[in-house]
């Protein structure tokens, strides 16, 4: 995608091009691409695993101060994969979103729940000229509790903001 083809589409949010494209969501997919890390989250019959590379920018950053697995509840973490601002970014928002349900209802978030808002929160950054889609696609892991019966569940969430 050059600059010049995209004839002014990119300049706000809000603007399609004639193909039915927003060149901004294209854009943050390209930014999750140019981050060279690979991130895989597998969901088994009673576990989730999450692997991602880690790469360290530059002999002056500290080793142990990279990471891009975060723990948002006791029972759900996620990997980021993109520009680590914009997933810092979503980490907090996940925070604050666990921390309101947990206070407003008296029991854990669901997993499925709280990536649902979170694409939900993320989606109106597309409708605004003013914001910008992220550039980060987190995946939320996580053990769900129904009754005594433990789920587990991993869910990906794309710039797009849809959700797998």
């Known amino acids: 995608m050059s600059r010049g083809?995209?004839?002014?589409?990119d300049r706000h949010?809000?603007?399609?091009?004639?193909?039915?494209?927003l060149y901004q969501v294209e854009y943050a997919f390209k930014a999750v691409r140019?981050?060279?890390?690979?991130?895989?989250g597998v969901r088994g019959k009673d576990c989730v695993i999450v692997v991602t590379q880690k790469k360290v920018a530059d002999k002056l950053i500290v080793p142990s101060s990279v990471s891009h697995m975060f723990k948002i509840t006791p029972t759900i973490g996620c990997v980021s994969t993109g520009l680590i601002a914009d997933a810092k970014n979503q980490i907090m928002r996940a925070r604050q979103e666990a921390a309101e349900f947990k206070y407003k209802n008296g029991y854990n978030v669901p997993v499925g729940y709280?990536?649902?808002?979170?694409?939900?929160?993320?989606q109106v950054y597309?409708?605004?000229?003013?914001?910008r889609p992220l550039g980060?696609?987190?995946i939320f892991c996580g053990i769900d509790f129904e009754g005594k019966e433990a789920i587990p569940r991993t869910i990906f969430r794309f710039p797009s903001h849809t959700m797998v």
């Open 5 to 9: 083809s995209s004839a002014g589409y």
């Open 13 to 21: 949010i809000t603007i399609f091009s004639p193909q039915g494209k």
């Open 34 to 40: 140019n981050a060279n890390i690979t991130s895989i």
């Open 126 to 131: 597309t409708q605004h000229a003013y914001m």
């Open 114 to 122: 709280l990536a649902k808002r979170i694409a939900d929160i993320c």
């Open 136 to 138: 980060v696609v987190p």
